[in-house]
């Protein structure tokens, strides 16, 4: 049985990337011939992946392909063309709508990805997201039943924050990458409504790869007209263990993002005990469950006082913290196991016997 | 009757393993195929979880402690009215029109669409392995009459397609100069003055409703005032800044907004009134349909969009009025006017007028806002 996985950009600490070196591992586990094959692989994970050009060029009756969708690639037009049993694993697509102001190219791209997905839903034998609103995603775009599935999310050691309170210099953290519709901008307004409100010291660190330098610029000019320029950091890209220092000296978990198919970097939170404040847009409230508080609107105004009652009442942090190992268990690589494989073998009957 | 298809999804197994049911086969809560309970939880409530922000009972009591904490510190006058507006317009004049919505930006993308359109037939040929270079070059020369042809097809239809768009651009722009500009650009806003008597009225109609009150233009009239003073549950918007920094100062929950602009971001069914008055009933048709439109989303069932209008002869003595009133983008309109656009605006509104005073000939439009049922049975 060979059941091989296709993903579009093939990067370490990505969070497909992760998902799909567990499923892989998962899958040889079962006794299944495994390997994932991508359009891009970067710099250190050469041993992990191999080229779509190196794929066999002729089916095999005993084959399954897995397409870890994301984003706009041309394995999926090749993929579709190919006669073996198709599975999507979907991850969710930016709508273009959110980008189109900031960067035209990347909403084109977007827009073509979407439609690329439309079509792979005549050809998939299945489909599986990682989450129930990458689902719901999912039947807009044609797909009959998709099948919901936790994704793999890496263990980590790490040591869980003493919890305090904190009514001066309080430090926030928002993980992910630079781009329009993280919406980091309303993260920035907030934090000028919580200096000028409740904690003149408060601090912000943006953490994630500039994908959007106009974007990235504009946060900076927006910082400096506010006049918080001082207190809000874009770091860039950083280590895993310089991460996982910010996480641990942060007091604030905030997103205020416009679309996550799922949002990885709150379950990193959960894992610290770093309290979280979220926008409940798209899947974010699926991930954050009762681990944290989240908002309906983005009024700084508002958001600042949640984060101050957030941040000085130990009785409501210590409700979250109770959510949030709630939410851990649900998001445990067993618990992913169990999903996924029960998943995959709806539509891999060699699989069926493993559950 | 048809399955919702957002309903079509099936979650997998919860810790254990569990055989797999479609919703479509079985439905939520049901016995599975091979006989096992269904234990997944029902998909639809998770969806609304997810799709709309609503959330669930925990979160919904830290939304009200967030409440009166934002309530608590707009009463301090711990930020100014224009707060909220002022960071949100700072952002605003950073993003960039990448979709042409100003002209320089619309021949900024014309002319790099332009540019995009010429398409370059002389393929590189340059390889790192030997002798490939050679064989592309083969290549290369003995396709060239085939895409030669094949381009110019295809540069005569995206020249012709930029000249379209040209022409398109130039009968958009002679259409734009035939609009009139809005009254604020002309730099005059119009309040026509509200009687002392309406003013009663009004706060009297207004002071048991139950739920929270919007008062637009409240620089207008004293309801807000009266309103505050009688222990409602109200704020004001405005966008005479000056005026609102005195209201403050007065101890008044007032913000910086325009009438629709509030109403559009507020929560649907979240208000126990709306008062209308000043400035919109000189705003363009089509801007005081959406007026109505949001207001009647945003009162709950049984909450009241109280109207304060002027009928087309008011006779104004000073001349500020009478410039403002000519060169509004609308007209005053009379009762029966008002009276048909809410009845068209939403079949939700049940309304009826009050009479005017003797000094201003006001009259006070009263709608409520009923069930879905009492809607379409009227």
Known sequence: MEIHQFVPSFAPRDAIGQHALALRDLLRELGANSEIFADEIKPGLESQARPYSRFHPMPSKNRWLIYQGS????MAHKLSERREPLIINYHNITPPHLVQSWDFGASVATSIALDQMGKLSTVARGAIAVSRYNARDLVELGFKDPVVASPFIPHQNVSPRLDKDT???????FVGRIFPNKAQHDLIAALAAYKRIFDKDAKLILIGKRTSERYALALESYAEKLMVSDSVLQSGSVTDDELAGYYHEADLFVTTSEHEGFCFPIVEAMRHRLPILAYASSAIPETV????????????????????????????????YAGAEEQL??????????????????????????? | MTKDPKDQLTETGKGESVPLVRMDETGPGSISPKGKPDTFEPISSAFEESRDGSIGSFQGSIQEKIAQEVERKRREGAFPPSFERRLRDSFERLIPQGGGTSREDFWSLFRSTDRAAFMDIDVPVASNTPGVSKVKRLIRSLTAWYLNYL????????????????????????????????????????????????????SDLLANSPGRLIIADCSASNVLSSLAKSGADVYGVDTDETVLDQLQQGGLDVRLSSTLEELKNVRAGSLGGVLLQGSYELESLSKIRRILKSAAEAVEVGGKIVLITHP????????ESKISID???????????WEELLRCVTPKLSARSEQGTETFSECVIIAEKVSDQQGSAS
């Open chain 1, 329 to 355: 268990r649900k998001y445990s690589y067993q618990s992913a196991k169990m999903q996924n494989l029960s998943a995959l073998a709806s539509f891999i009957p060699p699989l069926q016997k493993e559950l």
């Open chain 1, 167 to 173: 009514p001066r210099g309080a430090l926030w953290l």
């Open chain 2, 312 to 319: 087309p002869d008011l006779k104004l003595n000073d001349a």
């Open chain 2, 327 to 337: 060169l509004a983008p609308g007209h005053l309109m009379h009762t029966e006017t």
């Open chain 1, 289 to 320: 469950g009762d681990g944290g508080v989240l908002l309906k609107d983005k009024s700084p105004v508002e958001f600042a006082s949640a984060a101050w009652l957030l941040l000085n009442d130990s009785q409501l942090r210590g409700d979250c």
């Open chain 2, 151 to 202: 381009l110019q097809q295809i540069t005569n239809f995206t020249a012709n397609l930029m000249q379209l768009i040209a022409a398109i651009d130039l009968r958009i722009k002679s259409l734009e100069d035939r609009i009139p500009p809005p009254a604020e650009s002309i730099g005059r806003s119009v309040a026509i003055p509200i009687s002392e008597k309406t003013d009663r009225f009004v």
């Open chain 1, 71 to 74: 984003t706009l690639s041309p």
